[in-house]
């Protein structure tokens, strides 16, 4: 059986693992990245919408190669057709880019390859080396070959499945209100307005979660559906997402070219994502906003945050829990309270009618709340329906 010997494996090439694997490689570390599929970022399970203001924080540039659509603002749509349009300067941090997500993850691999990362493609870990009690690397399948590949940390980056952080002790499981299941379609011949992201709210259209429309350009946009499934009387995304197309005229000649399925956690991130020799990031630590999804920023963040941490432990020659615990401050001061408060209010939205939230609507869109971001909208709520923030106020 192939063996390796490196100092970091990341299991998984998802911008968390491409991240994680840039920065233990930038700080020295024999770094080596598995991605079990044929090509990095495909096929795609995402809407691909980003905000701006992250990418400077972890040292990305924008680049036009992987911007596929730039923002000038948001539309958030109430069940009864509501509207609330927000231009630009109102914006905010929650909406900005439209990403060619294949190609944005494919330019994070590279500089994680350009660092000195070894990437292993289709290349899928089946389990972990435990020796002397101790994580002390993963057991892959490469191209069809038995390999292991021995390390002195491992990094799970494996995504909403994950699996790593598990066989090694950690119990990643779910609730059912924490997962939201997701279908979107690329569509054409789309009646929309190319510049701005849409946001269709309340219980009827999408039952604790969101109808999307992300233009990617002239009459074309991923439009895409998460539920929650306790909440719905039909679990499966697809009949909401096809009831909201055919009530809609701007879909009258739409036609689909790709369809994408998927989960996405909605919880406030595991109770501890690191472990002897094991660090947890993106997805697979349920480190993801539980009101929008957006994931792409968080698993960014704690990628470079396990990179940096990484390298430092080894600096000490120590990758135990506790000499990884930076690790586990660093992603909590800077999104612990926020991720919190977006758990809450995702709880106590979902409870909502509709008619609630068309009151929410037009009460936001009457209010000067300056930049438009989670927290001002709950601001917002805060005045007027006391009880919707009961419980989580002092975080808002
Ligand atoms: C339908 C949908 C729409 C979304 N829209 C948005 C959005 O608009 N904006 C946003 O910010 N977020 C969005 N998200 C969430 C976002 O896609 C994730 O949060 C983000 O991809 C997390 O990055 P990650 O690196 O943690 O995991 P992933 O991107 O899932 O990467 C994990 C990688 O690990 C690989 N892998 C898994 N198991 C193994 C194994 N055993 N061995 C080797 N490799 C393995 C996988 O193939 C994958 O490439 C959406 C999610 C869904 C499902």
């Given at each position: 059986?192939?063996?390796?010997?490196?100092?970091?494996?990341v299991?998984?090439?998802?911008p968390g693992g491409?991240m994680a694997a840039r920065y233990c490689?930038e700080g020295?570390?024999?770094?080596?990245?598995?991605?079990?599929?044929?090509?990095?970022?495909?096929?795609?399970?995402?809407?691909?919408?980003?905000?701006?203001?992250w990418?400077?924080e972890v040292g990305?540039?924008?680049?036009?190669?992987?911007?596929?659509?730039?923002?000038?603002?948001?539309?958030?749509?109430?069940?009864?057709?509501?509207?609330?349009?927000?231009?630009?300067?109102?914006?905010?941090?929650?909406?900005?880019?439209?990403?060619?997500?294949?190609?944005?993850?494919?330019?994070?691999?590279?500089?994680?390859?350009?660092?000195?990362?070894?990437?292993?493609?289709?290349?899928?870990?089946?389990?972990?080396?435990?020796?002397?009690?101790?994580?002390?690397?993963?057991?892959?399948?490469?191209?069809?070959?038995?390999?292991?590949?021995?390390?002195?940390a491992?990094v799970?980056a494996?995504?909403?499945?994950?699996?790593?952080?598990?066989?090694?002790?950690?119990?990643?499981?779910?609730?059912?209100?924490?997962?939201?299941?997701?279908?979107?379609?690329?569509?054409?011949?789309?009646?929309?307005?190319?510049?701005?992201?849409?946001?269709?709210?309340?219980?009827?259209?999408?039952?604790?979660?969101?109808?999307?429309?992300?233009?990617?350009?002239?009459?074309?946009?991923?439009?895409?559906?998460?539920?929650?499934?306790?909440?719905?009387?039909?679990?499966?995304?697809?009949?909401?997402?096809?009831?909201?197309?055919?009530?809609?005229?701007?879909?009258?000649?739409?036609?689909?070219?790709?369809?994408?399925?998927?989960?996405?956690?909605?919880?406030?991130g595991?109770?501890?994502a690191v472990?002897?020799?094991?660090v947890i990031v993106g997805?697979?630590a349920?480190i993801?906003?539980?009101?929008?999804?957006?994931?792409?920023c968080h698993a960014c963040r704690t990628g470079m945050y396990a990179g940096k941490v990484l390298v430092e432990a080894?600096?000490?020659?120590?990758?135990?829990?506790?000499?990884l615990m930076p690790y586990e401050k660093m992603w909590r001061d800077r999104m612990e309270?926020?991720?919190?408060?977006?758990?809450?209010?995702?709880?106590?939205?979902?409870?909502?009618?509709?008619?609630?939230?068309?009151?929410?609507?037009?009460?936001?869109?009457?209010?000067?709340?300056?930049?438009?971001?989670?927290?001002?909208?709950?601001?917002?709520?805060?005045?007027?329906?006391?009880?919707?923030?009961?419980?989580?106020?002092?975080?808002?």
């Amino acid at each position: 059986m192939k063996a390796y010997e490196c100092d970091v494996v990341v299991v998984g090439g998802g911008p968390g693992g491409s991240m994680a694997a840039r920065y233990c490689a930038e700080g020295g570390l024999k770094t080596i990245m598995l991605e079990k599929k044929a090509e990095i970022g495909a096929p795609l399970r995402c809407a691909e919408g980003v905000s701006k203001k992250w990418l400077q924080e972890v040292g990305i540039e924008p680049d036009p190669a992987w911007i596929c659509a730039d923002m000038v603002g948001a539309v958030i749509r109430s069940p009864s057709g509501h509207t609330f349009k927000l231009d630009e300067s109102k914006a905010g941090s929650e909406v900005g880019y439209v990403l060619e997500r294949h190609l944005f993850d494919k330019a994070l691999a590279r500089r994680a390859a350009e660092a000195g990362a070894q990437i292993l493609m289709r290349t899928s870990a089946t389990g972990v080396i435990i020796e002397d009690g101790r994580l002390a690397g993963v057991k892959a399948k490469s191209m069809g070959e038995e390999i292991e590949i021995r390390a002195k940390a491992v990094v799970a980056a494996d995504g909403f499945e994950s699996q790593v952080a598990r066989w090694a002790g950690v119990d990643t499981s779910l609730k059912l209100n924490d997962i939201c299941s997701c279908i979107q379609y690329r569509m054409v011949n789309l009646d929309i307005d190319p510049e701005y992201c849409e946001f269709v709210i309340g219980g009827s259209i999408a039952p604790g979660g969101y109808l999307w429309i992300f233009p990617k350009g002239e009459g074309i946009a991923n439009v895409g559906i998460g539920v929650m499934g306790t909440r719905c009387k039909n679990a499966d995304p697809k009949v909401y997402l096809d009831k909201f197309i055919a009530s809609d005229p701007r879909f009258k000649r739409a036609q689909s070219l790709e369809v994408v399925g998927g989960m996405v956690s909605t919880c406030p991130g595991l109770d501890c994502a690191v472990a002897d020799n094991l660090v947890i990031v993106g997805d697979a630590a349920r480190i993801i906003d539980p009101v929008t999804g957006g994931g792409i920023c968080h698993a960014c963040r704690t990628g470079m945050y396990a990179g940096k941490v990484l390298v430092e432990a080894s600096k000490k020659g120590d990758f135990s829990k506790s000499a990884l615990m930076p690790y586990e401050k660093m992603w909590r001061d800077r999104m612990e309270d926020k991720l919190y408060r977006n758990w809450m209010a995702k709880e106590r939205l979902a409870e909502l009618d509709d008619e609630t939230i068309d009151e929410l609507v037009k009460l936001v869109s009457g209010s000067d709340i300056g930049e438009v971001n989670v927290y001002n909208l709950l601001k917002v709520i805060k005045e007027k329906f006391p009880k919707v923030v009961e419980g989580f106020e002092h975080l808002i």
